[in-house]
């Protein structure tokens, strides 16, 4: 089973590594859909894995010349650190509430399956959209805390919600908005990380834990290279592929939490 939580999180960090997406969206329905760990180990598992992708792949970009904005990437990625927070306590709050971690697991599923669609059709009429060039530091901070909110709430690094708005608040093309985004995660997930290690770990498998990270790091090092070969176009169609699939697994983890499947 280890090697194939290898296999998912390379393949995963590598497609995130190129969109942007980050990997987290993509790992974390795959393992909820094989049920082999309970969500709180997914999540936690998910996000160092991110974090190892996301510093393997800003380090092989920045050698390679290809940084993030700065000026208006550092707010996004410092309001989604401390909106991380708060999405965190969130998600916590719904798992005690509901009594049930397959319940948390369906609220999860069944809203991320939501922002996601909102993604997919934002996608599509993208060309009809006129970005808005936002270049105020407290409107970025802003936007970043619900950015940060909602991928922490949904367990995930924050992925294709990222790219939607850095295209419709700041103007980015498919790859400008790929390494600001990589730069926005690595930001969220080191918060969520430290903040699960401070409160409590959920017990996993160490090698378990050893195959993703792995996945994480060499994914984030050979995405960049594939990155550099593709064409905007070409990040654009493995972007809309994976929200597609994206949506697909989220339904059929929610039906699963539920019992319906």
């Not at 997914?42 to 290809?66: D, E, H, P, R």
């Amino acid at each position: 089973m280890e090697i194939l939580y290898f296999v998912v999180c390379l393949g995963a960090s590598i497609l995130g590594a190129i969109s942007g997406i980050g990997g987290g969206v993509i790992i974390k329905p795959i393992l909820d859909a094989l049920g082999t760990m309970q969500v709180s180990t997914i999540s936690f598992l998910s996000g160092c894995t991110v974090l190892g992708m996301t510093t393997m792949t800003l380090y092989k970009n920045s050698k390679a010349g290809v940084r993030p904005e700065k000026k208006r990437g550092t707010p996004l990625a410092i309001g989604a650190a401390v909106g991380g927070l708060l999405g965190k306590q969130l998600f916590d709050w719904v798992r005690v509430a509901s009594g049930d971690p397959n319940m948390a697991g369906a609220v999860q599923s069944f809203v991320l399956a939501a922002v996601t669609v909102g993604v997919l059709i934002f996608t599509i009429q993208k060309s009809k959209i006129t970005p808005l060039n936002i270049e105020n530091t407290t409107v970025s901070l802003g936007i970043g805390f619900l950015l940060g909110a909602l991928s922490a709430f949904l367990g995930i690094g924050g992925g294709p919600i990222n790219l939607m708005i850095l295209y419709l608040c700041f103007g980015l093309n498919s790859k400008e908005a790929a390494i600001n985004s990589i730069y926005i995660i690595l930001f969220s997930q080191g918060v969520s990380v430290a903040q699960t290690i401070f409160k409590g770990i959920p017990e996993f498998v160490w090698l378990a834990f050893v195959m993703m990270v792995a996945g994480g790091v060499v994914g984030g090092t050979v995405g960049p290279i594939i990155s550099k070969k593709l064409s905007l176009k070409g990040v654009d169609k493995i972007y809309l592929c994976m929200v597609v699939g994206i949506i697909l697994i989220s339904i059929y983890n929610g039906m699963s939490y539920l019992g319906v499947l």
